[in-house]
């Protein structure tokens, strides 16, 4: 992306250099004209200043009256003022240095000739009328009015052609301007279409990652599923062997032994079901019958006493609780079966629950503000070490880990010598009716 936004910049600051440049021109083309303008105004006001002057001395001259002197004054004044202008239109511009030099000239000769008609009148007025008129037959003036005159043109041509050449600059580069803006167009647009080719491939790449990480996680949440179906398979073998198993010890007739084992598997697939959330569409469970459909399979080996007792508080938690907590149940249950209180004759479990309020100084949400404590405790099973417990780093720990976590509580194991003890922890939620004493 960065080297369409560097190209896109670049055209842009073209199209602003050719713009500029040719705003510039115009701009001095304007103050050339105006500059060349006002010269010509300065020009012909000394030309015509010159023309007053020669023309106050002819008419005293030819006619002697004094009215014709007056003139002279202000005429020579208009020449000082138009030199003084045409000067400062010359500036100090290195370009203006010719017209300086044409204005020195200019300046040399128009003070020339305002010197040779005061000459004249001065013989004049001293008596020497005849000798001024033979100074102004004698050409002398018209020469001095004739170079002037032609000096004035020059300059005029000149400062005429300078204005053309400005002119002729600034439309050139008006002339420049519309397919150079042209071209430049097409480039943006170029530019552009590349940026959006290129934003539109990354955009692609984005979504082909996106599709690759939601595949990817796809397949881990399958993993896991599979997993999971494998160690519950496991597990159900398991326990219906252990129901076989308990159940043969009976002393009772085959039919009675397979009608307990049968009751024993229908109880089984109930708790399996509790434990997938089979709640029947329901907004809300009871945490007791969970827990008893879940267990039911595990309870009653023989016939002199329950093996399971349970104690708690009525509490109706959401439907979609079920499956967490059925989840952690008949994974205790089961290793139970297979490893503690239940795969000994004279096991026992006891599951407990409560409701519990947090403490003052924790800062707890409104909606959380009590804690269900549950604590299942196994009594009379094979001894365990304190100081050597198993494991409990597999699939079966992590998964009743997690469910715990998706309960947005906690799960905490602790090894005793009589048997293991499991303490869940997790928050009533908002949307859980209150326990029922």
């Known amino acids: 992306m960065m080297p369409v936004f560097i190209g896109l910049t670049a055209a842009l600051l073209m199209m602003a250099l050719a713009i500029g440049q040719t705003m510039i021109a115009q701009r001095e083309a304007r103050a050339r004209a105006m500059n060349e303008g006002q010269a010509l105004v300065e020009l012909n006001e000394l030309m015509s200043a010159t ?19 007056a003139p002279l004054a202000e005429a020579g004044n208009r020449r000082a003022r138009a030199i003084t202008r045409l000067r400062e ?24 000739k305002f010197a040779e008609i005061e000459d004249t009148l001065t013989l004049a007025r ?13 050409d002398f003036g018209k020469m001095q009015m004739d170079a002037i005159a032609n000096e004035v043109a020059r300059l005029a041509a000149d400062r005429a052609r300078l204005e053309r050449e400005s002119f002729a600059r600034a439309e050139a580069l008006e002339r420049r301007l519309p397919p150079l803006v042209a071209v430049l167009s097409l480039l943006i647009l170029a530019v552009v279409y590349a940026g959006f080719r290129a934003e539109r491939r990354r955009s692609l790449a984005e ?5 690759a990480a939601a595949l990817r996680e796809a397949n881990e949440r399958a993993e896991l599923l599979a997993r999971e179906l494998n160690h519950r398979v496991k597990n159900l073998f398991s326990v219906v062997l252990s129901i076989v198993s308990l159940s043969g010890r009976k002393q009772a007739s085959r039919g009675e032994v397979v009608e307990d084992i049968l009751a024993r598997i229908r109880a089984l697939s109930l708790a399996h079901a509790t434990s997938q959330g089979g709640s029947h569409g329901a907004a809300h469970i009871g945490l007791a019958a969970v827990i008893a459909r879940t267990i039911a399979p595990y309870d009653g080996a023989d016939d002199s006493r329950a093996r399971v007792r349970m104690a708690g508080p009525e509490v109706e938690l ?22 503690g209180a239940l795969s000994a004759p004279g096991g026992t479990i006891e599951i407990a629950w409560d ?8 800062e707890v949400p409104p909606e959380q503000t009590r804690q269900i404590v549950l604590i ?4 009379g099973g094979p001894a365990i070490d304190p100081q050597a417990p198993p494991a409990g780093h597999g ?9 715990a976590a998706q309960l947005g509580g906690s799960l905490e194991r602790e090894w005793a010598a009589s048997g293991v003890v499991v303490r869940l922890s997790f928050p009533l939620p908002a949307e859980s009716r209150p326990a029922r004493r």
């Open 126 to 138: 001293a008596g020497f009328r005849n000798q001024a008129v033979a100074l102004v037959r004698a």
């Open 207 to 211: 979504v082909e990652a996106d599709q």
């Open 355 to 362: 409701l519990r309020e947090p403490p003052q100084e924790d």
């Open 89 to 112: 239109i010359a500036g100090d511009s290195p370009e203006e240095d010719a017209l300086r030099e044409q204005l020195d000239r200019l300046d040399t000769m128009t003070f020339t």
């Open 395 to 403: 699939f079966g720990s992590q998964m009743t880990t997690q469910a």
């Open 376 to 379: 299942w405790t196994e009594t």
């Open 51 to 69: 023309l007053s002057a020669e023309t106050g001395q002819r008419g005293y001259l030819l006619t002697g009256e004094a009215d014709y002197i």
């Open 318 to 339: 959401p439907a979609q609780a079920a499956t967490p907590i059925g989840l952690i149940v008949h994974e205790l249950a089961t290793n139970a079966v297979k490893y």
